[in-house]
């Protein structure tokens, strides 16, 4: 079945470290996206990429690192520079190409990552 | 930056009755879509409206969209305990080509 895989399903990151949240899809979808999500909040834009090797800061970028060397993978680094990381961190992907918004995304099930 | 606002933030209802939910954002749009969330999971793809549509239908579902008010509405029809979950508006605004926007959610409770 086609979709989107994140792992890990949970993620505890100690103070000062960095992690990398991993997403990966088999839709053959070009647009990937990484929103943040806080409690009883919407969501805020991270990053997004709509075509390999290529990506743009959203909303909220700093504190946050992307790639795109792949269609299928767009792995998110929570770094250290990241004050309050402590969220749901989602990943979707969508068809829609360069100029093209007319799609819906697919969304994965989550990462929830605390800081302890 | 939040683009939509859905109003009302919580609703509660019993099974069988008609829920309605409503969306405001404040660009223009190229679309609005709605999502919809079960307690700690991913976003599940409901809708997507057109700005030159005024009305769509999914199943139990009805979406209609006036661009002149900047507003959308979410009706979910004879309601069941499943359709517990929370619902988001999104928007795409015109010319970021594929960049959602989401609002702030409503979060709907049917009860037996």
């Known amino acids: 079945d086609g979709g989107i895989t994140q792992s890990p399903k949970y993620l505890f990151r100690k103070e000062g470290q960095n992690v990398t949240l991993s997403c990966e899809q088999n839709l053959n979808h070009d647009a990937m996206y990484w929103y943040r999500q806080d409690p009883g909040q919407g969501l805020r834009l991270i990053y997004y990429?709509?075509?390999?090797?290529?990506?743009q800061k959203g909303d909220i970028a700093e504190g946050y690192s992307v790639s795109r060397e792949k269609k299928e993978s767009f792995p998110l680094t929570v770094t250290s520079a990241q004050k309050n990381p402590t969220a749901f961190y989602l990943c979707?992907?969508?068809?829609?190409?360069?100029?093209?918004?007319?799609?819906?995304?697919?969304f994965g099930s989550g990462t929830r990552l605390t800081v302890v | 930056s939040q683009q939509g606002e859905e109003d009302p933030q919580a609703l509660s209802i019993q099974e069988g009755e008609n829920a309605t939910m409503n969306c405001s954002y404040k660009t223009s749009i190229n679309n609005l879509q709605w999502y919809r969330q079960n307690s700690g999971r991913g976003l599940v793809h409901l809708i997507l409206?057109?700005?030159?549509?005024r009305e769509k239908h999914s199943g139990r579902l009805r979406v209609t969209l006036d661009t002149s008010k900047k507003s959308s509405s979410l009706l979910i029809t004879a309601s069941r305990a499943a359709d517990t979950a929370s619902y988001f508006c999104a928007t795409v605004p015109t010319g970021t080509a594929s960049k959602l926007t989401f609002g702030t959610g409503t979060r709907l409770q049917v009860t037996l």
């Open positions: 979707a992907s969508s068809v829609g190409r360069r100029g093209e918004p007319g799609y819906g995304y697919t």
């Open positions: 409206i057109r700005s030159n549509e």
């Open positions: 990429s709509q075509i390999v090797n290529d990506f």
